[in-house]
């Protein structure tokens, strides 16, 4: 039954599939991989929640294996259910620690990938940025560390792994994690170019002149309560970081990570005043390392074309 289910998906004939698999499930409904097996015909006919739904139950039979618990994360995210996915990857991460943050310290690529295409998809453009910034960033730090293993090598005169190196860096930026990144980042630029986002959107001007002196009135009120309560929240947030700040390294507390993080503020990256020069930093290496595919010089035409506007 899971071979003729699995010949059935690949032809896209989902109904035979599913009927085969589900015949396969009253027969044993306790082996994993066929709730795996349901999730993937429903993912490859597109409803990527039942697709996540299935995998769930499957996940929910065995709950040590890390490789369905990664599946079904994969599949909310695929079906934007963001917050479950996360709770479903906490149950592998450090303990009292916020899972993306972990992940991101892991360098789980996949992960932020998946999340970056979900807030893209969700329209929350700044989400969808930070995530594409943190998986740069993970290409630069991997660019840095080759510092140290150049004398490593020398070293140890690993002359073969040291090869390998030089010719990972080579092509590093062609890797397909940042390719999507890059592209989709550009994306995003190019969106934020034309719509621009601005941070005073909704608020209300207190100088109408079809404004009576009450309604005014009751303006200004409304302000100052809403200033007071943005300063008790910042406050409260102020406190909170400092609180984390405490528990980290001594290393991850100096001042340019403390400058990087007010950088790769959600809020901060949607109302850049040029989305244009931002795109050109992701488009650069593409040019350099990944000029074999036709997508980096369309990519290149269009943010050009815009820049000659």
Excluded at 282 to 296: V, W, Y
Aim: hydrophobic content about 35%; overall charge positive.
């Amino acid at each position: 039954q899971i071979k003729k289910a699995l010949d059935y998906s690949f032809t896209h004939q989902i109904k035979k599939a599913l009927d085969c698999v589900n015949c396969a499930i009253e027969h044993t409904p306790t082996l994993v991989e066929l709730y795996m097996l349901k999730g993937k015909i429903y993912k490859r006919a597109g409803n990527y929640v039942l697709a996540a739904q299935w995998v769930n139950e499957g996940r929910l039979l065995d709950t040590a294996d890390r490789y369905v618990n990664c599946l079904c994360a994969k599949y909310l995210l695929r079906s934007d259910q963001i917050e479950t996915a996360e709770e479903t990857c906490r149950k592998f991460t450090r303990e009292g620690m916020n899972a993306a943050e972990t992940l991101n310290e892991m360098q789980c690529m996949w992960y932020q990938t998946e999340c970056a295409f979900s807030y893209s998809r969700q329209q929350r453009w700044g989400e969808a940025l930070k995530k594409c910034h943190e998986i740069e960033k993970h290409f630069v730090d991997m660019t840095e560390d080759q510092f140290d293993f150049h004398y490593y090598c020398m070293r140890k005169t690993t002359l073969r792994a040291y090869v390998g190196l030089l010719r990972l860096e080579d092509d590093l930026r062609s890797h397909p994690f940042y390719f999507k990144t890059a592209h989709l980042a550009i994306e995003i630029y190019l969106h934020l170019h034309e719509h621009p986002q601005s941070g005073n959107d909704g608020k209300a001007r207190l100088d109408g002149a079809d404004l009576t002196d009450s309604e005014k009135k009751k303006l200004r009120n409304k302000e100052r309560k809403a200033k007071k309560k943005a300063a008790q929240l910042q406050q409260k947030e102020e406190a909170a970081a400092a609180a984390a700040a405490q528990k980290k390294d001594a290393a991850k507390t100096s001042e340019s990570d403390k400058k990087e993080g007010d950088a790769l503020r959600p809020e901060a990256l949607v109302q850049t005043s040029q989305p244009l020069e931002e795109a050109i930093k992701f488009l650069k290496p593409l040019q350099l390392m990944a000029s074999g595919r036709i997508e980096t010089h369309l990519l290149a035409y269009r943010i050009y074309s815009k820049k000659m506007q």
